[in-house]
């Protein structure tokens, strides 16, 4: 199985502030889906197959990477953007996810 | 547009089983898989596995072996997963999703005596 291991687990930014979540994968995969999720809702997906963002997500986003390091950068970032942002692989099964990185407004 | 529609909360009782439904609309329900997730609570999420409708496949993650059952109706556009042999450990939130671009609300399993 494939772990991914998701850093920080929690930050703080505050507005503005350019802001990179990182995901380290135990082996090389292919590439890397992230999702948002507020508390109580599902989770969206954000950025697939590494660098492409989702209908509706705003282009402050951004990711990339390659192997086994991946990463999801926002610009500069607002409040809105606060919440918690998981990692996930499909390259191989079991699929899996990262724990999460909460995201916080200063 | 696509929609996942969730069936709602259930209340069980250890060593019981719950069946959680998945109603399709807006696609091809028959030509995507759909995936289901776990989330308990304060957690990440967990890949349980997937069904093929149009075809009835399924892939498990082996944590899932014995535990879930997925299938589905095509004539209603309804997924389900079946949960067995409960324990205080499969209280969580389940979703089902579409190709991980849309998911369901979610249902809430809660598993007490």
């Known amino acids: 199985e494939i772990v991914l291991t998701q850093s920080p687990t929690t930050m703080a930014a505050s507005p503005g502030e350019k802001v990179t979540l990182t995901c380290r994968a135990s082996s090389s995969v292919s590439y890397m889906h992230w999702y948002q999720q507020r508390s109580g809702t599902s989770p969206k997906l954000w950025i697939y197959e590494t660098s492409k963002l989702a209908s509706g997500v705003p282009n402050r986003f951004s990711g990339s990477g390659s192997g086994t390091s991946y990463s999801l950068t926002i610009n500069s970032m607002e409040t809105e953007d606060a919440a918690t942002y998981y990692c996930?692989?499909?390259?191989?099964?079991?699929?899996?996810f990262g724990s999460g990185t909460k995201l916080e407004i200063k | 547009q696509v929609q996942l529609q969730q069936s709602g909360t259930e209340l069980v009782k250890p060593a019981s089983s719950v069946k959680i439904s998945c109603k399709a609309s807006g696609y091809t329900f028959t030509s995507n898989y759909m995936h289901w997730i776990r989330q308990q609570p304060g957690n990440g999420l967990e890949w349980i596995g997937w069904?093929?409708?149009?075809?009835?496949?399924?892939k498990y993650n082996q944590k899932f072996d014995g535990k879930a059952t997925l299938t589905a109706d095509k004539s209603s556009s309804t997924a389900y997963m079946q949960l067995s042999s409960l324990t205080s450990e499969d209280s969580a939130v389940y979703f089902c999703?579409?190709?991980?671009?849309?998911w369901g609300q979610g249902t809430l399993v809660t598993v007490s005596s």
């Open positions: 999703g579409t190709g991980f671009a849309y």
């Open positions: 069904i093929y409708p149009g075809n009835g496949n399924t």
């Open positions: 996930q692989q499909g390259s191989s099964y079991p699929l899996t």
